[in-house]
């Protein structure tokens, strides 16, 4: 059974860089089909779509970050990372990593979650 | 963008009734690429439905999906406490892949 889970730091000082990383187990990262991706919520709003990355290496951002966003993905670890720069206050969410389905961009598996605030 | 409009903002059930939300997009969805999420309080989101009527692996029957377009609805039959959730859409048809707002689920 597929198994995804975020590390990486919960506090992060304005104007730095926010970097998240996604441990995928229970499945080849590798698998074609299907895309990595990473989806954020802020505390009392919505779900945002951040990005989304295929094994091949190929992403899709969402264009309302994409200056500041990069995803990439490592084989070798079984690992897709998130890298957001400079970020701000606004930056302060719950992010989790998710799979979607097979040639579906849905996400069907999704990781517990990891809060990161940003603060000084 | 698609922009996905959710109504109501907050629903209150009793339990054993029926809940009707609602999804709205501002242009047509393609292939009918909507999904519906259930995000309990503490947890990650969870995949209802795609392709606008299909149960993902594990859902229950008493969730439904239907809706074409650009207006579509997601039943929950015979609710339960658990059901106690926030309830988002999300069209995937068009990147950037946009959610709604979400539906706050209440339990009476």
Do not use: M
Not at chain 2, 24 to 46: D, E, T
């Amino acid at each position: 059974q597929l198994h995804l889970q975020e590390s990486g730091p919960g506090l992060v000082k304005p104007t730095e860089t926010l970097s998240l990383t996604c441990s995928v187990s229970g499945d080849s990262i590798s698998s074609s089909g299907y895309h990595w991706g990473w989806v954020r919520r802020p505390p009392g709003k919505a779900l945002e779509w951040i990005g989304s990355v295929y094994y091949s290496g190929t992403t899709n951002y969402n264009p309302s970050l994409k200056s500041r966003v990069t995803i990439s993905v490592d084989k070798s670890k079984s690992q897709f990372s998130l890298n957001l720069k400079s970020v701000t206050a606004a930056d302060t969410a719950e992010y989790y990593c998710a799979r979607t389905f097979w040639f579906v961009n849905a996400f069907e598996s999704w990781g517990q979650g990891t809060l990161v605030t940003v603060s000084s | 963008e698609i922009v996905l409009t959710q109504s109501p903002g907050t629903l209150s059930v009793s339990p054993g009734e029926r809940a009707t939300l609602s999804c709205r997009a501002s242009q047509s969805l393609s292939s009918n690429s909507l999904a519906w999420y259930q995000q309990r309080p503490g947890q990650a989101p969870r995949l209802l439905i795609y392709g606008a009527s299909s149960r993902a692996t594990d859902i229950p029957d008493r969730f439904s999906g239907s809706g074409s377009g650009t207006d579509f609805t997601l039943t929950i039959s015979r609710l339960e406490p658990e059901d106690l959730a926030v309830y988002y859409c999300q069209q995937y048809g068009v990147s950037p892949y946009t959610f709604g707002q979400g539906t706050k689920l209440e339990i009476k």
